[in-house]
């Protein structure tokens, strides 16, 4: 199973909401990521987990909040977001390069963020 | 810090041509760099990993290919087909922590 999952697949929120997004991988990966994509650029980096703790922070606004419950799962929690932070928010995992060969990353689906 | 071109930005040729999409990256001290097909608003599909100690990996009419020392990575597509029409993004992982970076991709048009 090289699959990631990413729950929901469409998200509408007003700015004074608070809702979640929820991504899931059964690889036995260590590395998590989160990614963010507005319309016609690249995947930007926001957040890294390693182990289940955050190594990586790009300087990313704290009304966005990562969170890793287990080794299976990341959410990011989103509080008082902006219209301008509508865009495909992307979940990615990895192996551990040390050690080992295999270090592909694989993308989830992404989720599709209104805010309105 | 790590920056990660691709050139060209845009391309369209016809349906049975072979072309090269190109990647170029700043910072030589790389773990591995991957290419993947992203469609409009979808996910990113994984097409080639190749370590940064190999010089080329090969799937079906893809071909990668990777010079470190030069900073400079290839994708090569054989017969292309209107079907490989998406984005295609290179990606670079470092050797000092867990940062994949993009280059903006290169969007490509196969006409029927």
């Known amino acids: 199973d090289t699959e990631v999952t990413q729950t929901p697949k469409h998200l509408v929120m007003g700015m004074t909401n608070k809702k979640s997004l929820k991504c899931e991988q059964h690889?036995?990966?260590?590395?998590m990521y989160w990614y963010k994509q507005k319309a016609k650029k690249p995947p930007e980096l926001m957040f890294v987990?390693?182990?289940?703790?955050?190594?990586i922070n790009e300087s990313v606004p704290s009304r966005f909040s990562p969170e890793c419950p287990n080794s299976s799962l990341l959410n990011l929690h989103l509080h008082a977001l902006q219209p301008e932070d509508s865009a495909l928010y992307l979940c990615?995992?990895?192996?551990?390069?040390?050690?080992?060969?295999?270090?592909?990353?694989?993308f989830g689906q992404g989720t599709r963020l209104t805010v309105v | 810090k790590q920056e990660v071109t691709q050139i060209p930005a845009a391309l369209s040729v016809p349906e049975g041509e072979n072309l090269v999409l190109n990647c170029s990256f700043t910072?030589?001290?790389?773990?591995?760099l991957q290419w993947f097909r992203q469609d409009p608003g979808k996910g990113l599909t994984s097409l080639l990993l190749?370590?940064?100690?190999?010089r080329e990996q090969t799937s079906g009419r893809l071909n990668a290919s990777l010079d470190k020392s030069s900073g400079r990575s290839t994708l090569y597509i054989a017969a292309s087909q209107p079907g490989d029409s998406a984005t295609y993004l290179c990606?670079?992982?470092?050797?000092?922590?867990?940062?994949?970076?993009f280059g903006k991709g290169t969007r490509l048009h196969i006409l029927p």
């Open positions: 690889m036995g990966h260590r590395a």
């Open positions: 910072d030589s001290a790389i773990y591995n």
């Open positions: 990615a995992s990895s192996q551990d390069f040390s050690g080992t060969v295999d270090t592909e990353a694989f």
């Open positions: 190749i370590q940064s100690s190999q």
């Open positions: 990606a670079v992982k470092g050797d000092r922590d867990d940062k994949i970076i």
């Open positions: 987990y390693s182990y289940e703790k955050l190594s």
